[in-house]
T-cell receptor, first 114, second 117 residues
Framework: AQSVTQPDIHITVSEGASLELRCNYS??????LFWYVQSPGQGLQLLLK??????LVQGIKGFEAEFKRSQSSFNLRKPSVHWSDAAEYFCAVGANTGGFKTIFGAGTRLFVKA | EAGVTQFPSHSVIEKGQTVTLRCDPI?????LYWYRRVMGKEIKFLLH????????ESGMPNNRFLAERTGGTYSTLKVQPAELEDSGVYFC???????????????FGAGSRLTVL
């Protein structure tokens, strides 16, 4: 069965510092991978996705993620964090198992300090 | 384009009462999903509609939960009778049918927070 692990429940970074959020997945075949962000009072918003091809994918708001098959990882990065990036981030894996299902990790809450 | 709309945004009920959550997906999206997040835990899949048909309801916790999508447009999720452990945020998401990639990229609503006292 598919599963997603986000080892960090919360992370605090200084504004302007770089960010890396970790994500490991479990799935037997080539997965569809996603990162979503949830700001307070809002729904989840898609940051980026990986389906195939170039393993480094660019997303919105200056985020990128790299798919590493050998490590079953899909870590999210940003070179310079802004205070508005404070939110909760969810990694997800999707699979066609009869119908398409997306499985989410527990989320990582990002705090940004001035 | 209007997004995914969920109602109510917050509901507080007592144990044993009934609550109905509603989701209006993006117009034309065949796929509609319900998810639930209990505080601090992962967002868990509940079920998936394709138009008006239940494609996958393997995540529904028990028979106190009933989801419908009459006519393939909006969907309702009824909890009857509600228990304390049903508290959480219920998210709805919709997606068009993507034949090219085979993947469904979800657009989420803001969620309905359910508190059962």
């Amino acid at each position: 069965a598919q599963s997603v692990t986000q080892p960090d429940i919360h992370i605090t970074v200084s504004e302007g510092a770089s960010l890396e959020l970790r994500c490991n997945y479990s799935y037997g075949a080539t997965p569809y991978l996603f990162w979503y962000v949830q700001s307070p009072g809002q729904g989840l918003q898609l940051l980026l996705k990986y389906f195939s091809g170039d393993t480094l994918v660019q997303g919105i708001k200056g985020f990128e993620a790299e798919f590493k098959r050998s490590q079953s990882s899909f870590n999210l990065r940003k070179p310079s964090v802004h205070w508005s990036d404070a939110a909760e981030y969810f990694c997800a894996v999707g699979a066609n198992t009869g119908g398409f299902k997306t499985i989410f990790g527990a989320g990582t809450r990002l705090f940004v300090k001035a | 384009e209007a997004g995914v709309t969920q109602f109510p945004s917050h509901s507080v009920i007592e144990k044993g009462q009934t609550v109905t959550l509603r989701c209006d997906p993006i117009s034309g999206h065949d796929n509609l999903y319900w998810y639930r997040r209990v505080m601090g835990k992962e967002i868990k899949f509940l079920l998936h509609f394709v138009k008006e048909s239940k494609q996958d309801e393997s995540g529904m916790p028990n028979n106190r939960f009933l989801a419908e999508r009459t006519g393939g447009t909006y969907s309702t999720l009824k909890v009857q009778p509600a228990e304390l452990e049903d508290s959480g945020v219920y998210f709805c998401a919709s997606s068009p049918r993507d034949r090219a990639s085979g993947a469904n990229v979800l657009t989420f609503g803001a969620g309905s927070r359910l508190t059962v006292l």
